[in-house]
T-cell receptor
C-alpha cells in the first residue's frame, strides 16, 4: 500500500495522559499536514511540514501539542496532558511541493479522552 | 479568512436519481478546489481536484464545476447508487505556496435502495 498511513487508528485515554500519533506520508511527498476533525464538522488545519521544517502552526495548536518530522519522512503529533476537548479525529495528509496541490489523506487516528 | 459553506447538510434520494451537491466560498482568490468523500469513521478520499483556471473536472459518474468569480462549485453524481452514501466535503486551497485547505462541514448523502 503506497498511501498515507496513520497509527494508531483508535486511542482511548484518560484525561491528563499523553498520547502520540504517527503518520507515514506517500514516499515521494515533501509536504505533510495535520488536521483535526470533530463530529459533524470539516477538518481544521493544525500544522504542516515541508521536508523536516515545520512551516506553519495554527492557533488551534496549543502549547500542549507538538509535532515533529525528523529527517523529513514520518511525522508524530504528541498531545500532552490530554483534555476531553481533545477528543477528535486527527488526520494526516501529504502532497508534492510542485504540481496541482492535491492532498492525499490517511485513515485518521481517532482519539477519545475519558 | 476563507469561509466554505455546503448546503444542504444532508440529502436523501432514491437510487438512480442524480445528486447535486453545492459548495460556496467567500474569497474567490483560490488556487484550487478539491472534493472528498468520507465514510463514517474513516479518512478522506480525494474525488476530484479543479485548478483555479479550470471550469470543470470529470471522473466516471462524477462531474465537478467551478465558478470562481461567484465563489461556487457543484458536484454532480449521475445515477446514484447505495454505495454513494457518504459525506462529501468541499475544500478550497488558497495558495500554491502551501496547499493548505479550508473545508466545508460536508453534505451527508443517503441513497435509498
Amino acid at each position: 500500500d503506497t498511501g498515507v498511513s496513520q497509527d494508531p487508528r483508535h486511542k482511548i485515554t484518560k484525561r491528563g495522559q499523553n498520547v502520540t500519533f504517527r503518520c507515514d506520508p506517500i514516499s515521494e511527498h515533501n509536504r505533510l499536514y495535520w488536521y483535526r476533525q470533530t463530529l459533524g464538522q470539516g477538518p481544521e488545519f493544525l500544522t504542516y511540514f515541508q521536508n523536516e521544517a515545520q512551516l506553519e502552526k495554527s492557533r488551534l495548536l496549543s502549547d500542549r501539542f507538538s509535532a515533529e518530522r525528523p529527517k523529513g519522512s514520518f511525522s508524530t503529533l504528541e498531545i500532552q496532558r490530554t483534555e476531553q476537548g481533545d477528543s477528535a479525529m486527527y488526520l494526516c495528509a501529504s502532497s508534492l511541493v510542485r504540481g496541482p496541490g492535491e492532498l492525499f489523506f490517511g485513515e485518521g487516528s481517532r482519539l477519545t479522552v475519558l | 479568512k476563507q469561509e466554505v459553506t455546503q448546503i444542504p447538510a444532508a440529502l436523501s434520494v432514491p437510487e438512480g436519481e442524480n445528486l447535486v451537491l453545492n459548495c460556496s466560498f467567500t474569497d474567490s482568490a483560490i488556487y484550487n478546489l478539491q472534493w472528498f468523500r468520507q465514510d463514517p469513521g474513516k479518512g478522506l478520499t480525494s474525488l476530484l481536484l479543479i485548478q483555479s483556471s479550470q471550469r470543470e473536472q470529470t471522473s466516471g459518474r462524477l462531474n465537478a464545476s467551478l465558478d470562481k468569480s461567484s465563489g461556487r462549485s457543484t458536484l454532480y453524481i449521475a445515477a446514484s447508487q447505495p454505495g454513494d452514501s457518504a459525506t462529501y466535503l468541499c475544500a478550497v486551497g488558497k495558495s500554491s505556496n502551501d496547499y493548505k485547505l479550508s473545508f466545508g462541514a460536508g453534505t451527508t448523502v443517503t441513497v435509498r435502495a
